[in-house]
């Protein structure tokens, strides 16, 4: 089931901070972050993991609430080049045998001067 | 090193038509995931291959099919083209399965198909 990403779409202005949520109804695994620009290929950004451990973008966080089955990604100072689409991909906890990452719809995230 | 490599880069096909569309991923890397990239639904799994065994497959019709060769390379193909296959069709590749561990997932540039 496809994760619910909120907001849709969200304008900043250089400087200001940006949260954007990722939320499942399936228990989770783990959560990957991916930004995509216009006409490129989309970029990982960040993993987190059931249990706490995080792997991505030394200038980027996230947190993942396993209760609540969410994870937001947070955007601080932003610059121009933060602007794109953010995804967020989930993959349920399973036990064994599922590596299906199923992304969200998208978060468009755009910064102007 | 080189990226996720994918061809052709643009395509137009009419119904009824089918399509065979390449991926190579990055040296070394084993998995290689489908998606379909549409306006307003994100990015969908398609199927990922590993080992040149179909891993895993999204809720597409049986119209969509994929292989993986010996050297990793994959195609996926798909055959009487309806006008709602228009999407851009992207692959990507990790070191083993992706979604567990530090297996994060290198995109490719995409093949924009386009049916008329």
């Known amino acids: 089931q496809q994760p619910v990403q909120s907001p849709q779409a969200v304008i900043l202005r250089e400087g200001e901070d940006a949260v954007i949520n990722c939320s499942s109804s399936?228990?989770?695994?783990?959560v990957h972050w991916y930004r995509q620009k216009h006409g490129e290929a989309p970029v990982f950004l960040m993993i987190?993991?059931?249990?706490?451990e995080q792997k991505g973008h030394e200038k980027i966080s996230a947190s993942f609430n396993e209760k609540k089955q969410q994870s937001s990604l947070y955007l601080t100072a932003s610059q121009l080049s933060y602007s794109g689409t953010y995804f967020c991909g989930t993959d349920p906890f399973s036990g064994a045998g599922s590596y299906q990452l199923t992304f969200g719809k998208g978060t468009k995230l755009s910064v102007i001067p | 090193k080189a990226g996720v490599t994918q061809t052709p880069r643009y395509l137009i096909k009419t119904r009824g038509q089918q399509v065979t569309l390449s991926c190579s991923p990055i040296?070394?890397?084993?998995?290689v995931s489908w998606y379909q990239q549409t306006p307003g639904q994100g990015l969908q799994f398609l199927f990922e291959y590993f080992s040149e065994t179909q891993r895993n497959k999204g809720n597409f019709p049986g119209r969509f099919s994929g292989r993986q060769f010996s050297n990793s390379r994959s195609e996926m193909n798909v055959s009487t083209l309806e006008l709602g296959d228009s999407a851009l069709y992207l692959c990507?590749?990790?070191?083993?399965?992706?979604?567990?561990?530090?297996?994060?997932?290198?995109f490719g540039p995409g093949t924009r198909l386009t049916v008329l």
């Open positions: 987190l993991l059931k249990g706490g």
């Open positions: 990507a590749s990790s070191l083993s399965r992706p979604a567990r561990g530090d297996n994060e997932q290198f």
């Open positions: 040296s070394g890397h084993r998995s």
């Open positions: 399936k228990a989770l695994y783990s």
